[in-house]
């Protein structure tokens, strides 16, 4: 079987094996079954490999897998083996391909980037380059938390590895892309005072100082994407996305609560974001002292930018060089805006580059990976890896 077709029937193989990330749906299968699958081929095919799971978290299986060439720089290439649900689906765990479109949970989010990656790696193995060292790291949970990757990195360091370069391999349709935006979740508590709603002046409603929460948001995510914003990232951006509060028809709300999700660019950090919080909540008190407030940082990941020089500039030269020899498109420099876990390789001192295959309707029903960039993928990934490790 040639590369493209190894790469085809691989993310075919990998949809059909259940990895629903179970944080996000309890019950789900999680990753070891799709981590076993691929540490039984790669191990059969020469490569050193290690399942790694985060403490207290059985099942959510991490693989590491390394070959080693020689003295010369190590490239770690890193995809995520869970999904999101799969409700609404009729037949999620079966990859149909219709023409360009191989459909199924997981073919664009990103397996079809995960066939690539061990594609082309085995590839390396069959005509090897004079040195260096390739890793696969193909992890769990990217989808939630991002146990995974974390866990990864603290072993490659427990070994004193460092890896001279990250490819991630999320779906960038060929291009390359070299920045991302971050984000920064934050919870809003919003205490009143109950009473009958026949009385209501006797109490403080938080009900009512949620929603003028709600309105200071929007106000301020319009501030947020007003002006010239990012050349590739575009504006940050401000948004409720779960509100709740009350108790009971005829009682005044004495507890309100908000999570406010803050899409960050470059500079911007998740202490930026909650101050900028804190300072609405004070324009909500301002309107209604009597309700008391808090705001609290539940989650934040970095927003990233490539370096411009180094390693990362290499690669994507490289990439750029070899690409429409191998049948590849000729990839343009792109940003995304949502978060990837090239922030997390590179906050751990390895530049990263974002390069993957893609098609649409990611998370959606009808998720689907373009058969031809799958073909030229592991392709251009081999070529542009001997070309760097030369």
Known sequence: MSAPD?????????????SVNPTLVPGAAGERAAAEFLADRLVARGFEIDLLEPDGRPGRTSLLASVDFGPGPAIVLNGHLDTVGVEGMDDPFTARIDGDRMYGRGTCDMKGGVAGMVVAAEALLVDPPAGGRVLLALVADEEDASVGTP??????????????????????????????RGFAVMRADLIGRATHTSRKEEGADALAALARLILEVEAHDAVLTSGDGHPLLGHGSAIVSVANGGSAPFTVAAHAQAWVERRTLPGETGSDALKELEDLLVRVHHEMPEVASSA?????????????????????????????????????????????????WQGAGVPSVIYGPAGGSLHAVDEWVSVQQLRAYPRALEAAMRAYLA
């Open 6 to 18: 190894a790469a085809v029937a691989l993310t075919a193989a990998l949809v059909g094996i259940d």
């Open 296 to 344: 609290v940082l539940e989650m934040e990941r970095a927003s990233w930018e490539a370096d411009a020089s180094g390693a990362a500039v290499e690669f994507m030269n490289a990439v750029r060089s070899v690409a429409t020899a191998v049948g590849a498109p000729a990839p343009s420099d792109i940003g995304a805006p949502y978060w990837m876990e090239s922030a997390l």
């Open 151 to 180: 866990t990864v990195i603290a072993d490659l360091a427990d070994r004193g590895i460092t890896p001279d370069l990250a490819v991630v391999g999320e779906p960038t349709w060929l291009d390359l892309a070299v920045a991302h």
